[in-house]
């Protein structure tokens, strides 16, 4: 019996999809014994999950969507936790998910540079609009409906004012909903891909190279000049770029929404914070500060997530806009305006974390899809290309989603189908 030829796999993408992919396919049972080949392929001069996937807060839940993604997604990222450590090394622990429901103190202006913040920063600003995470899609599992009653806060959710609060309720049932460290989660899964022989590229993919209706490579730039030319020979080529992945295949139907977060350290002797994912509605006052009444908002409703470690961070974003998508992740501009405005409100409905500073200003791109169905777009491209996958359009959900996102295609790619879920409804050719 003849021996199967050798794969060679070019992974465009070093975001979380694209590393848990790599992870996935060496883990493969048939990996070592099928001759095949991975290569992660990334634009970053920084290295991997410099977007989303290093700057988005983490949240795994059982409510997410779609369904059948889901599904698999939750149970595998409990299996990789127990597998490889994961509490230790990426914070992966369940949290409670709450609605919260108050008012904002005015407190004084704190100077930027007293924070301690990190990143560049401009004055680029773009449209807000909701990231709409707490929507569930047909045939998802929404939380459940928050209620105008005030049920008082959980006993030990004592981060947050007591006396600024309206109303609290809990938002999904105990143990559907975790958080992990999205940074160390996707480079871990890189590391663990790399010790069964993936390797690690970087570059700007420019082109998918495509000869008798199959997928023969991809050509990149060399992230230093960004002019010399490089080629990625490749059987199978799974674009896993996120909000850049139309600029390798226009047809998809994907953009990008640009979401700002701010990550603040509390004092230590407040340590540790209760493990809660808050979702907020607040109520303003008249002087809040210049940038949120600028724009006339009465009302915020960012998200506030506290998370393990020694130095008890906590991530809170804001709105997402629709500033234009830039030509790499390198090249992705803060607005120092949102990133304030997020502060604004959540120092003035916690006087703990007021106390603390900010640590970091960040800001990424969400993939969105356009159009009437609703993404991710996960699956088989043959009518583009033979041998051409795509994992992208993940919205505010990769970080969820990735893990069953990954065992999927890899099955496509080493056993021809995808057999632990039925994604028919996220199959390429629906969105072209």
């Not at 970053?44 to 290093?54: E, I, L, T």
Request: proline share 8%; glycine share 10%; charged share 20%.
């Amino acid at each position: 019996m003849a021996q199967a030829e050798p794969r060679s796999v070019v992974i465009i993408g070093g975001g979380i999809v694209g590393c848990t992919t790599a992870y996935y396919l060496t883990h493969h049972p048939s990996f070592i014994s099928s001759r095949t080949q991975v290569t992660l392929l990334e634009a970053s001069a920084h290295g991997a999950a410099q977007g989303a996937s290093g700057k988005a807060g983490g949240l795994v839940a059982r409510w997410a969507y779609p369904q059948p993604l889901v599904d698999v997604s939750f149970d595998e990222h409990v299996r990789l936790a127990e597998l490889h450590g994961g509490p230790d090394r990426w914070g992966w622990r369940y949290v409670g998910c709450g609605s919260w429901e108050g008012r904002a103190e005015a407190v004084p202006e704190t100077p930027p540079e007293e924070n301690g913040a990190d990143g560049e920063a401009d004055s680029l600003s773009g449209r807000r609009k909701s990231l709409e995470k707490t929507l569930g899609l047909e045939g998802g599992k929404p939380p459940k409906k928050k209620t105008k009653k005030a049920t008082g806060l959980p006993s030990d959710l004592t981060w947050m004012a007591e006396d600024l609060t309206d109303a609290y309720s809990p938002m999904a049932p105990h143990g559907d909903t975790a958080q992990v460290h999205p940074y160390f989660f996707t480079t871990s899964m890189l590391a663990f891909a790399q010790e069964k022989g993936a390797e690690f590229t970087q570059g700007k993919a420019t082109r998918i190279v495509i000869e008798d209706g199959g997928v023969t490579g991809v050509e990149y730039c060399d992230p230093s000049t960004q002019s010399e030319q490089h080629l990625l020979p490749a059987t199978h080529v799974i674009l896993a770029t996120g909000a850049w992945a139309s600029t390798l295949l226009p047809a998809l139907p994907v953009t990008g929404t640009r979401a700002h977060s701010i990550t603040i350290r509390p004092p230590k002797h407040h340590l540790p914070l209760a493990p809660y994912v808050l979702f907020t509605e607040i109520t303003l006052p008249r002087d809040v500060g210049r940038g949120t009444r600028r724009r006339g908002t009465t009302h915020a409703s960012p998200e506030i997530y506290a998370r393990p470690g020694p130095d008890g961070e906590v991530y809170a974003c804001g709105p997402g806009d629709d500033a234009p998508l830039p030509p790499c992740v390198d090249d992705v501009v803060v607005d120092q305006e949102a990133c304030d405005n997020v502060w604004r409100q959540v120092r003035g409905v916690s006087r703990v974390l007021r106390a603390g500073r900010v640590h970091r200003r960040q800001a990424c791109y969400l993939p969105t899809v356009l159009g009437s169905r609703a993404g991710p777009i996960v699956g088989d491209a043959r009518q583009v290309a033979r041998g051409l996958v795509v994992a992208v359009g993940h919205t505010c959900w990769g970080i969820s989603n990735a893990p069953g996102t990954a065992r999927a295609i890899s099955e496509l790619v080493m056993e021809g189908e995808i057999r632990c879920a039925d994604l028919r409804s996220l199959q390429p050719s629906l969105f072209f």
